[in-house]
């Protein structure tokens, strides 16, 4: 009897091992998916991405639909972060090509983190993508990627952005992202313009981006209940340029009255903004500097119901207000719905004027109340009424409300008189929303930053 050699066979057996354990893991993944058991599916999909080839990426791009519900962002970035080339090149394809705005969102985020030569082109290109929620993560992401390309298309894409009204909040993305990269706080595309000008020659990134690390007093890890450290931890992680906007600010910035019914104050110590509390007596006579912020507590005395909880969310218009950065999730990969605990001495909002603009709304709220569905608006103010907005130019410095800006104003108008201001009204109180279970995951203290350095960036303007 002839005997046929072994050594074809076990070769083909080791040539097929790899195959087989991708195989193997893909069934474990599938079944987490299926069974919704996070823990199981985070373990399958880290065997499944062990590889970072391109089959690692195939197998990769075929789950992400299942896994919307599953609270995994963070998961994937991690997962996204280890890729080889071989499959970033796949991922970046998917990062411009594929139909879910969702996926390009993540891939483009994820291609940062990873930071090849040819993830950073994926992320540059993301700057041109359909859809406003990809094109602004680009912009925050190229931090990561930084290089003398980044930063000439970045500042070309600014000067783009400020043409644009509804581009308000790429600005505020594209100036952070230039300032973290640069350690510049520059404001206009023609500013940064003429900075590179003079400093391209012999430039070189300062090394890695900042943002991540805990501020001075802060551990880093846990949450307060007031969320002060969810809050000013994810600005300094995401935003580390507007973090030290923040900090920069002092007491004389930011004027609260005190009022019975809610206390801001508490809020803003949270959140490590600093500021002065005053009384209502003291209003008329304080000077209070233009360039000032004023918070003014609810002195509620309406009738009183029982607290209630209500659905939010952003208003067409009010999702592309820089008032609206990182209020709400951006796409579905975070988890989870928003509710708003209102009080029952609020008095609800009825917009009249078509200059006020609805930031927030609740769906349940118009049902209950079909004329006040607002939850937070925004308009200009001079002179005890509501004004039309200012022409927007993209860096603070205009005042178009929600839409095409914030109406955060500061100095003298051309006739030399006030430029008025700006004004944030939010439904029910600061208190009401500052514990973990509140619902809103902590979307108001968010929109206040916000408001916050949308003013900052107006005097800056100003100055000019």
């Known amino acids: 009897?002839?005997?046929?050699?072994?050594?074809?066979?076990?070769?083909?057996?080791?040539?097929?091992?790899?195959?087989?354990?991708?195989?193997?893991?893909?069934?474990?993944?599938?079944?987490?998916?299926?069974?919704?058991?996070?823990?199981?599916?985070?373990?399958?999909?880290?065997?499944?991405?062990?590889?970072?080839?391109?089959?690692?990426?195939?197998?990769?791009?075929?789950?992400?639909?299942?896994?919307?519900?599953?609270?995994?962002?963070?998961?994937?970035?991690?997962?996204?972060?280890?890729?080889?080339?071989?499959?970033?090149?796949?991922?970046?394809?998917?990062?411009?090509?594929?139909?879910?705005?969702?996926?390009?969102?993540?891939?483009?985020?994820?291609?940062?983190?990873?930071?090849?030569?040819?993830?950073?082109?994926?992320?540059?290109?993301?700057?041109?993508?359909?859809?406003?929620?990809?094109?602004?993560?680009?912009a925050r992401s190229m931090r990561h990627v930084a290089s003398q390309d980044v930063i000439e298309k970045l500042i070309a894409r600014l000067e783009k952005a400020e043409k644009n009204p509804r581009e308000a909040?790429?600005?505020?993305?594209?100036?952070?992202?230039?300032?973290?990269?640069?350690?510049?706080?520059?404001?206009?595309?023609?500013?940064?313009?003429?900075?590179?000008?003079?400093?391209?020659?012999?430039?070189?990134?300062?090394?890695?981006?900042?943002?991540?690390?805990?501020?001075?007093?802060?551990?880093?890890?846990?949450?307060?209940?007031?969320?002060?450290?969810?809050?000013?931890?994810?600005?300094r992680e995401e935003r580390p340029a507007d973090a030290r906007t923040i900090e920069r600010m002092t007491a004389q910035d930011v004027f609260v009255v005190k009022g019975r019914s809610d206390a801001v104050e508490k809020v803003l110590t949270?959140?490590?903004?600093?500021?002065?509390?005053?009384?209502?007596?003291?209003?008329?006579?304080?000077?209070?500097?233009?360039?000032?912020?004023?918070?003014?507590?609810?002195?509620g005395n309406g009738k009183q119901y029982d607290d209630y909880k209500v659905d939010i969310r952003p208003t067409v218009e009010g999702s592309r207000s820089p008032l609206m950065r990182d209020v709400f999730p951006a796409t579905t990969?975070?988890?989870?719905?928003?509710?708003?605990?209102?009080?029952?001495?609020?008095?609800l909002i009825k917009v009249i004027s078509p200059d006020v603009h609805v930031l927030i709304e609740s769906r349940e709220l118009g049902k209950r109340f079909p004329e006040t569905p607002a939850v937070a608006v925004t308009f200009a103010w001079k002179d005890g009424k509501v004004?039309?907005?200012?022409?927007?130019?993209?860096?603070?410095?205009?005042?178009?409300?929600?839409?095409?800006?914030?109406?955060?104003?500061s100095g003298k108008d051309k006739d030399g008189g006030s430029c008025g201001g700006c004004v944030v009204h939010v439904l029910s109180h600061f208190k009401s929303q500052a514990e973990k279970t509140s619902g809103d995951k902590f979307a108001l203290q968010q929109l206040l930053l916000n408001f916050f350095l949308e003013k900052q960036a107006a005097n800056k303007a100003a100055a000019h």
């Open 169 to 235: 909040s790429l600005c505020r993305e594209i100036n952070g992202a230039l300032s973290s990269i640069t350690g510049e706080a520059l404001t206009f595309g023609l500013e940064w313009k003429g900075w590179w000008m003079s400093h391209k020659d012999g430039w070189k990134p300062r090394g890695s981006s900042e943002g991540g690390k805990p501020a001075k007093g802060e551990s880093g890890s846990g949450d307060e209940p007031s969320g002060g450290q969810t809050v000013t931890r994810r600005l």
């Open 270 to 299: 949270a959140i490590n903004v600093k500021h002065t509390v005053i009384q209502k007596t003291e209003i008329g006579k304080r000077d209070l500097d233009p360039k000032a912020i004023l918070v003014l507590n609810c002195d």
């Open 1 to 138: 009897m002839r005997t046929r050699p072994l050594l074809p066979l076990l070769a083909a057996f080791v040539a097929l091992a790899p195959a087989l354990v991708l195989a193997d893991a893909d069934g474990d993944l599938d079944r987490a998916i299926a069974a919704k058991d996070k823990e199981k599916v985070v373990h399958s999909l880290a065997e499944v991405a062990a590889a970072g080839d391109a089959k690692a990426a195939a197998s990769l791009l075929r789950v992400l639909p299942k896994l919307h519900e599953l609270d995994m962002h963070k998961d994937l970035l991690a997962v996204l972060k280890g890729m080889k080339e071989e499959g970033v090149l796949k991922l970046a394809d998917a990062a411009k090509h594929s139909a879910e705005a969702d996926t390009r969102y993540l891939l483009v985020e994820g291609l940062a983190l990873q930071g090849s030569p040819t993830a950073a082109k994926a992320v540059l290109e993301g700057l041109e993508d359909k859809e406003d929620k990809v094109i602004l993560i680009a």
């Open 333 to 347: 990969w975070d988890a989870g719905s928003l509710s708003w605990l209102m009080c029952g001495r609020s008095h």
């Open 387 to 409: 004004q039309k907005p200012r022409a927007f130019t993209g860096n603070g410095s205009g005042g178009a409300a929600a839409s095409n800006g914030t109406g955060a104003r």
